[in-house]
Nanobody, 122 residues
């Protein structure tokens, strides 16, 4: 059974950077396309970025384009989300997810991590 564990969240000032990591266990990460989503209090879960099994295809939400970068290292069974130029509106719980497609639709992912909190102060 595949399990996903996120890490790297924390408190950062606006303009700062964080790198989130998602370790895949139970199966090799190269079996899955991966995505990052986030959910702020009182809001629906929203798409952040996705990456294909072989890293050839990536996509990200317009709100994070040019600031966030998704990558993966299948030798380490790990997916990363590098977040630069953080804004207070990026504050949310960030989740990684495994699926069979690269998609912005959370229903296309069938395994989720527990989430990691990112808080950006102004």
């Amino acid at each position: 059974q595949v399990q996903l564990v996120e890490s790297g969240g924390g408190l950062v000032q606006a303009g700062g950077s964080l790198r989130l990591a998602c370790v895949v266990s139970g199966r090799t990460s190269s079996d899955y396309n991966m995505g990052w989503f986030r959910q702020a209090p009182g809001k629906e879960r929203e798409f952040v970025a996705t990456i294909s099994r072989d890293s050839v295809t990536t996509d990200s939400a317009d709100s994070v384009k040019g600031r966030f970068t998704i990558s993966r290292d299948n030798t380490k069974n790990t997916v990363y989300l590098q977040m630069n130029s953080l804004k207070p509106e990026d504050t949310a719980v960030y989740y990684c997810a495994a699926g069979f497609t690269t998609s912005a639709n959370p229903t296309h992912y069938y395994r989720w991590g527990q989430g990691t909190q990112v808080t950006v102060s102004s």
